[in-house]
């Protein structure tokens, strides 16, 4: 099993910048990757960004040149520093860890609004 708890949503101007933080307990020798995905109203869960244990980072091209998972993240740790953001960024973001088994665990979900 593994734990995740996601911290750091709230509300922000555009143009604004936020910064999601999120810790994972539990069996996390069994996670192979962590990220971030999003949710809006009346849409399905969207890939945000995502880090390899490798440490290679994969973006969607929404977030690409304004969100970074720093490098320097803890193996356990995944934070998604969100820069110049736009009012369709507002979305529940989820943070996920994949096993090398390829089963996801979710965290709760943290509410992220751009709104001026």
């Known amino acids: 099993q593994v734990q995740l708890v996601e911290s750091g949503g709230g509300l922000v101007q555009p143009g604004g910048s936020l910064r999601l933080s999120c810790a994972a307990s539990?069996?996390?020798?069994?996670?192979?990757?962590m990220g971030w995905y999003r949710q809006a109203p009346g849409k399905e869960r969207e890939l945000v960004a995502v880090?390899?244990?490798?440490?290679?980072?994969t973006y969607a091209d929404s977030a690409k040149g304004r969100f970074t998972i720093p490098n320097d993240n803890a193996k356990n740790t995944v934070d998604l520093q969100m820069n110049s953001l736009k009012p369709e960024d507002t979305a529940v973001y989820y943070c996920?860890?994949?096993?090398?088994?390829?089963?996801?665990?979710w965290g709760q979900g943290t509410q992220v609004t751009v709104s001026s």
């Open positions: 996920d860890a994949k096993t090398r088994s390829n089963y996801d665990y």
């Open positions: 539990g069996s996390i020798f069994s996670i192979n990757a």
């Open positions: 880090i390899a244990r490798s440490g290679r980072a």
